[in-house]
């Protein structure tokens, strides 16, 4: 199973950026498929954005223009890119990966995001 590890989470001020990453190990196929999820207080975590396979990314209406998620199979990493940050961006994010080989689901532990005034 695919191990998944986060960083890049922090306090940012609304309107700031940040980039997520998100390292696999062993690594990435083209074949899986990617996504990031979000989990605000008080609230059910919820799917931002995802990349199956060769298909073009998908993003909820909500940061659509502002986030953008990418892989590099070479560095083995997903990244999502996060611009003109507003408050309801708060939450812990999370890696998420369904491997195109054995379609097994596999999690990160997180990382959090903090937006503020």
């Known amino acids: 199973q695919v191990q998944l590890q986060e960083s890049g989470g922090g306090y940012v001020q609304s309107g700031g950026s940040l980039n997520l990453s998100c390292l696999a190990s062993p690594g990435l196929l083209n074949g899986d498929t990617n996504a990031w999820y979000r989990q605000a207080p008080g609230k059910e975590r919820e799917m931002v954005a995802i990349k199956r396979g060769h298909h073009d990314p998908e993003y909820i209406e909500t940061v659509k223009g502002r986030f953008t998620i990418s892989r590099d199979r070479v560095k083995k990493v997903v990244t999502l890119q996060m611009t003109s940050l507003n408050s309801e961006d708060t939450g812990v994010y999370y890696c998420?990966?369904?491997?195109?080989?054995?379609?097994?689901?596999?999690w990160g532990q997180g990382t959090q995001v903090i937006v503020f005034p």
């Open positions: 998420n990966l369904i491997s195109g080989l054995s379609q097994k689901e596999s």
